[in-house]
Nanobody
Framework: QVQLVESGGGSVQPGGSLRLSCAAS????????VAWFRQAPGKEREGVSC????????NYGDSVKGRFTISRDNAKNTVYLQMNSLKPEDTAVYYC??????????????????WGRGTQVTVSS
């Protein structure tokens, strides 16, 4: 059974940083594409960052380019999202996702089968 568990969310002031973690069980994340999505109240789910298997390629949403970085720790079977220079508009629930069939990577939520339950990130002064 595949399980993804996000952690690391919280409240931070504008300009601050957070690192989100996504720990996996039942699947070896390094073999598959992974992604981070977010959803703010009243808004559609948005692709934040994605990485192909073995991080051959990575991609970022336009709103986070240059500020967020996706990475993995294969020994811990965990994916991270380092978020710097946070803005109030980054406030959302953040989800990680993976899929066994996806070739390459994608920022489209429909391309992913397995999802975590999310972690709240609030950026406010």
């Amino acid at each position: 059974q595949v399980q993804l568990v996000e952690s690391g969310g919280g409240s931070v002031q504008p300009g601050g940083s957070l690192r989100l973690s996504c720990a996996a069980s039942g699947i070896t994340l390094n073999y598959y594409a992974v992604a981070w999505f977010r959803q703010a109240p009243g808004k559609e789910r948005e692709g934040v960052s994605c990485a192909s298997s073995s991080d051959y390629s990575t991609n970022y949403g336009d709103s986070v380019k240059g500020r967020f970085t996706i990475s993995r720790d294969n020994a811990k079977n965990t994916v991270y999202l380092q978020m710097n220079s946070l803005k109030p508009e980054d406030t959302a629930v953040y989800y990680c996702a993976t899929d066994r069939s996806l070739l390459g990577s994608s920022l489209m939520s429909d391309d992913y089968e397995y999802w975590g339950r999310g972690t709240q990130v609030t950026v406010s002064s």
